[in-house]
Each structure stands twice: as C-alpha cells, then as structure tokens.
C-alpha cells in the first residue's frame, strides 16, 4: 500500500466512472464541519487522517485514551521475543502536526444522538463534544465465560500492550514438559489468522529454545481452522508435529485462572503451565451502546458505516456489522478497518457538501502470518458492494460481496513471504499514522 490520494483509492475501489461525481473538499460554503472519531487504532488513525487530507477545513478531533497506539499487527513476534514493543508502538505526532488533527487523550463516556454531544472523561474532568460526524471505531470488547477469569493471571493478549509482555513473560518461564493452552474464540472475532499464528509461533519458539515434550493445545470453539486452513493444517501437522495438538469445537465453559484451567465443550485441562484464553468477542461498549445484532456487533451501511438509526454516527473497524453473503463475512482486522475508514471518510465529505453517496465502494483485507522465526503465510480477500447471496445463491439484499480469496498454499510459506510481511505492516503502519 502506498499513500493514496483521494482519486489513486476510488480508482483502488473500481470506482473510475465515478470520478465525475467525486465531491469537492468541503469549502467555506459549509462552516468548519465538526467531525469527532473515538479510538486511535487503525480505524480512527485512518479515518482522522483521511478526512483531513481530503476535506479541506474539516475539523478533527480524535479522543483516544492512550498516549500511542500498540498494534496487534505483529504482536505475535513480541511474544516470542523476535521484536520489540517499540517496533509495533505506533504514535499520534503526525496526525498532529501533519494533517491538523486535534488529539484529545481521555475516554469517550457517553453519546447524545439527539444533541450530536459526545462526553469524554479526560484527566481534567468530563468534557462535552459536539459533533456533525461522529465515527466510534472502539475496537473490541470481551464476553468471558463462567467462572473467575482474571487476565492478569491468565491473559488474552488480543489487545496489544502491557497483555502482550505478561503473555511473553509466562513463555518464557517455559520448561520442557509443559503445556500452553490457547482458546480460539467463536467467530466472529478480531483477526481471524491470529490465534493459529500464534500457535506455530509458540511452538517453533519451544522448538527452537530446546523445551522437550512442552506442547501447545489449541482449542477451538469453532468447528474448523477459520483462516487458511490449508497453511495452518500443514503447520500443525508437519511443521510443528507434536508441538501443537489441535481440538475443534471446543467451546469454552467456565475458566479458573487460579489454577489456570479450564473446562471446554470437548475437554477439560487442569493446572496448565500457559493459559492464553482468549474469549469471544463484541462490539466496543460505547458503540454497543447503539444497539448491536445477535453476534454482538453494530449494523452499518457498507455506503457510509452509518448506523441505520443514526446516519451521521458511524461503526468502524472490529465493532460493526457489515452485511454480507452468507459464509463471505467481512473480516475483523487492522487492515480491513483501514480500507472501512476510507469509505467513510469519503461518505462523510459527500454527505457534508451535499452530494450522493458513491454506489461503487469496495474494500479489501490481507495480511501475512509467521509460520516459523523464518516463514509466513499470508491472505487476501477483496469485496466490492453489490447484492449479497444466502447459502443457496438466491440475492438476499445488498451488502459487501467477497469476489475473491487468495491464500498461501501449504507449499507457499516461506522465506520471502516472511520479508514481505515486514514490507505489508510498514505500509499499514504509514498509511494510517504518518
């Protein structure tokens, strides 16, 4: 990816014969449009950056409750202690000093649709937002199961940070004999690949630092491996032979992180040396608060992320809804949630000056997965708006329809997808934060 202009991404997107229609940036005929983004992650970084780019005097707020964003992307390797927490720690500078975007670090408490106000709790007190935009891209939040889970003990590591050192540290103290148990939650969740990542890279990690007979279980809540299956199966079976035991449908019952066991719809594990339980997942609170849908995530329309009761709040990234065709879903990930912010930036600016919204929208998702400290997988899934199909191809609405799937074959994981993966997460890193 490079640093797309405004045109360079809706031709990305199939959009050419719309270039006739491509709005103006917002000018002084509209007085400074307030547009207020909550969560500093891929989504919010990019859709701040994007709106100032391209929407002349738009003004941008983005309230965010840390200091600098850690990436999930490539979190895995800090685990491993293949790179460090600095590499993936990601700061605000050039949103700030760049392109004009007012970063406010607090925490966004509660939003009045009525008003357009969004109250923030920073260290000085609460303070009131108002917005003509308002774009929540909160991420993730948790549903643990039963019992007395406590992450500090028996930590998830989805959310990159002080989670990832706790999770690299508890590896460490590792010895040959021992079990780490890791839980893949029921889809859908952040980051399909990640969890199978992060068992080939444990596990080449106990390999490589000479911990005879430790393992890695991996119990999953869904019925099969839900990303590349064909690369993560090779690597459970060959690469890492008798490191890693892989049990489907395991949906997780009740946790103890006291004595780091658990108990799963296919089998039990007591007194593990690692317990990496990582659980299912839903929309962050705040856009929850919108109403979510059965799975536990915000509706949106694929046009403009709006929210089908609030067309001007709009649901980015891991906590919306796409509609899509029945066993084509969206993905969950740092790069589709750049590709959503771009689209929503440009509905934004077309809603501000009065235009239509572009019908010819298009997103797309890849990432590469380190197999071993010297090989990757990767993926790639591109969807364009159109109707969607239900399990028996009849048209069911409209919505994202996923027209191809690239996935590295079992003999496709090597050294130069490694490298090029390197290459991929630089570009993300820049695209949404320089």
């Known amino acids: 990816m490079h640093r797309f202009n405004r045109r ?248 103890d992180s006291a004595t780091r066991s658990i108990v799963t719809s296919a089998m039990s594990v007591s007194n593990a040396k690692v317990l990496n339980y990582i659980p299912n997942q839903r929309a962050g609170a705040i856009a929850a608060s919108l109403g979510v849908n059965l799975a536990g995530f915000v509706p949106v329309s694929p046009l403009s992320y709006g929210t089908l009761a609030y067309p001007n709040i709009h649901v980015i990234g891991d906590s919306c809804a796409v509609p899509a065709s029945d066993g084509k879903a969206v993905p969950k990930s740092g790069h589709m949630a750049n590709s959503q912010a771009k689209v929503c930036a440009d509905a934004i600016l077309r809603t501000l000056s009065g235009e239509v919204l572009d019908q010819n929208v298009a997103t797309n998702s890849a990432c590469y997965s380190p197999i071993t400290s010297r090989t990757a997988s990767w993926l790639s899934a591109n969807f364009v708006y159109g109707n969607i199909y239900d399990v028996n191809g009849a048209v069911k609405g409209k919505g994202m329809h996923r027209t191809d799937l690239g996935e590295a074959p079992s003999n496709g994981v090597d050294g130069d997808s490694y490298q090029d993966m390197f290459t991929w997460a630089e570009s993300i890193f820049a695209d949404s934060f320089k």
């Not at 939040?141 to 992450?151: E, K, R, V």
């Not at 028996?154 to 839980?183: C, E, I, S, Y």
């Not at 892989?246 to 009740?254: C, F, G, M, Q």
Request: aromatic letters at 6%.
């Open 8 to 255: 360079d991404f809706l031709k990305s997107a199939g959009a050419i014969a719309a270039f006739a229609a491509i709005p103006r940036a917002v000018s002084a005929a509209v007085t400074s449009p307030r547009v207020v983004v909550v969560g500093g992650g891929f989504g919010g970084a990019t859709v701040a950056k994007y709106l100032r780019m391209w929407g002349g005097n738009v003004q941008v707020t983005l309230v965010e409750p840390n200091a600098t964003h850690i990436s999930c992307i490539l979190s895995n390797l800090v685990v491993t202690g293949a790179l460090s927490m600095s590499r993936i720690t990601l700061a605000y500078d050039s949103l700030k000093t760049t392109h004009g975007v007012s970063v406010l670090q607090g925490k966004a408490l509660a939003i009045d649709p009525a008003g357009n106000r969004l109250t923030v709790q920073t260290a000085a007190g609460n303070e009131v937002l108002d917005y003509d935009h308002l774009v929540l891209s909160p991420g993730i939040d948790f549903t643990p199961a039963s019992g007395n889970w406590n992450p500090n003990l028996t930590p998830h590591a989805w959310q990159a940070g002080p989670q990832t050192t706790l999770l690299k540290n508890q590896l460490a103290a590792m010895r040959g004999g021992d079990t780490f148990v890791l839980t893949v939650p029921k889809s859908p969740y952040r980051c399909p690949p990640g969890p199978y990542e992060r068992a080939c890279v444990v596990a080449d990690y106990l390999r490589a630092k000479k911990r005879t007979g430790a393992k890695v279980l991996v119990l999953d809540a869904n019925a099969g491996i839900q990303a590349e299956p064909e690369a993560f199966g090779h690597a459970f079976s060959v690469t890492h032979a008798g490191r890693i035991q892989y049990v489907p449908n395991a949906n997780v019952v009740s946790v």
